[in-house]
């Protein structure tokens, strides 16, 4: 069932600029590598980002030839994937999704300053605490990466709780 709290975050479009995504997904803007939705539904989204000259990681990798990190196309995906899951999820704002597994990532082309990444994720299973995924990010026609990516999904409070008792001992 779609969340309607979600669905009030819609533009008149349809699809949810920076600010409505920031809204939902708990990440602050330096770790957000995603900018627009164009489509999210139950079963996938559809979403963007260009690649800021100006990001440290672009300055830092590599040096005099700045490309994203692959880890971070892939890091936009899930950030796309972990939307679509929360639309799924009443509760959403109680949670946290938190990345268990990246399957058979492929990176077949870099992604450069000034570039748009198309992310396109696709839920293949929902369960109670674990979502099965695959996407995939585009430049123009171009595939530069594929994954299937396992996501799990946890009470907020509870994992605070473990982590600060994990820090205690």
Known sequence: MP????????NTD???????????LPYGDDFLFVDEVTRLTEEEVEASFTIPADAPYIQAHFE?????PGV????????????????NLED??????????????????????????????RLLKLRRQIARLEGEAVIGERQICK???????????????????????
Not at 64 to 68: A, K, V
Not at 72 to 87: F, H, I, K
């Open 14 to 24: 349809g699809g949810f600029d920076r600010q409505a995504i920031r809204s939902i």
């Open 64 to 68: 005099g030839l700045p490309i994203m």
């Open 147 to 169: 994954a299937r990516m396992v996501l799990g999904i946890v009470a907020r409070d509870q994992l605070r709780a473990q982590l600060e008792a994990a820090e205690e001992s």
């Open 92 to 121: 959403h704002q109680d949670k946290d999704i938190l990345a268990f597994q990246i399957e058979g990532a492929r990176f077949s082309a870099p992604a450069k300053p000034g570039d748009r990444l198309q992310y396109r994720v």
């Open 72 to 87: 971070l196309v892939g890091e936009g995906m899930a950030q796309a994937g972990t939307l679509m899951v929360r639309y």
């Open 3 to 10: 969340n309607a709290a979600i669905d009030a975050c819609r």
